[in-house]
């Protein structure tokens, strides 16, 4: 047998000669084989450094080796079958995995002005009183009810509204009837600055409706009467006014609340199971006259009775 290559140093020899023992036995254990009788056998020769296949004259024996094909044809069949099916798994993840990454690389970055929403209505009116005292005829907050009026438009209203951000949601809102002035006023303006995930606490800042009552909540849109009544809306002129609020409802009735409002069901909206604030108290669209803060409180929870039927409480 042709010797291998001679090597200089036995101690570094050995080292290499026993790595490359240690990673063919590991081969073999993993393989769940034995060595058969048919080993290659390898000796060093203690005084030239060279490595043989057979024994001889200071020779010492190294190790067994068995050809790999002999190894991998001794695997049983049943670990070969489920190596092949982890391999089959592990391309099905790869691919699954690269095809997402390709997905999101496509998709396009999402930006705060594609969740801007825009919305309006328009209101016109007819008013002419038929009897009484006409020319003392005066009604809060409606200057198409008077004497000598005919057509009006009521209210014309624009809204952009949407998620800046996850935690933070923004409202505005014009009329353009100009409360007769024959321009547009800002109506509402105000951010909903949530502290959680679901959204159940958030502070309101900004132009909003004051939380007084039901009326005063509920939209013009989805309420039945013409008008609030006027010792409602006297509580609260034009329903709004600059200041900040603290409101808490639990995700599942935020939801409720909304859907009392998409169902047709003449709800208020989402104002919170709990709010309160503080606010300057001058009326809309009107400068600060004083230090003097109004505090604002409410409490309200929508009911589902088991027949479907909805019944809100509040104070």
């Known amino acids: 047998m042709r010797a291998l290559n001679s090597i200089k140093a036995m101690p570094s020899y050995k080292v290499r000669i026993r790595q490359a023992a240690l990673s063919i036995a590991t081969l073999v254990a993993l393989g769940g084989a034995t060595i058969s009788a048919d080993a290659t056998e390898l000796y060093v020769d203690t005084e030239t450094k ?3 296949t057979v024994p001889g004259v200071n020779r010492v024996k190294l190790s067994e080796f068995e050809e790999v094909n002999a190894v991998v044809g001794k695997i049983p069949p049943e670990e070969v079958k489920a190596l092949e099916t982890k391999l089959r798994q592990k391309k099905k993840m790869d691919e699954a995995q690269a095809q997402e990454e390709l997905t999101a690389a496509l ?26 005292d006409r020319a003392n ?19 014309a209203r624009l809204t952009f509204f949407g998620d800046v951000s996850d935690h933070l949601y923004w409202y505005a809102q014009t009329e353009f009837n100009g409360s007769g002035t024959g321009g547009a006023v800002i109506r509402d303006s105000y951010a909903d600055i949530s502290f959680d995930d679901q959204k159940e606490h958030r502070v309101r800042a900004g132009v909003s409706k004051v939380p007084f009552g039901f009326e ?14 006027d010792a409602v809306n006297s509580a609260a002129r034009d329903e709004r006014d600059m200041g900040v609020a603290y409101m808490w409802a639990p995700a599942e009735i935020r939801d409720r609340f909304r859907d009392l409002v998409r169902s047709g069901l003449k709800g208020t909206g989402d104002y919170g199971v709990l709010t309160a604030g503080v606010y300057n108290g001058q009326q809309l669209n009107k400068l600060e006259l004083n230090d003097n803060l109004h505090a604002v409180a409410r409490a309200s929870y ?7 039927q909805f019944v809100e409480v509040g104070v």
């Open 107 to 132: 998709k396009p970055k999402k930006v705060w002005t594609d969740a801007i929403s825009v919305r309006g209505y328009t209101q016109m009116r007819y008013a002419q009183p038929i009897s009484g």
């Open 137 to 155: 005829l005066v009604s809060p907050g409606d200057i198409y009810l008077a004497n000598n009026n005919g057509f009006g438009i009521r209210r």
């Open 50 to 52: 060279q490595v043989f």
């Open 216 to 229: 005063i909540l509920q939209s013009s849109q989805n309420r039945l009467a013409l008008d609030r009544a």
């Open 302 to 308: 929508p009911f589902k009775l088991d027949s479907g």
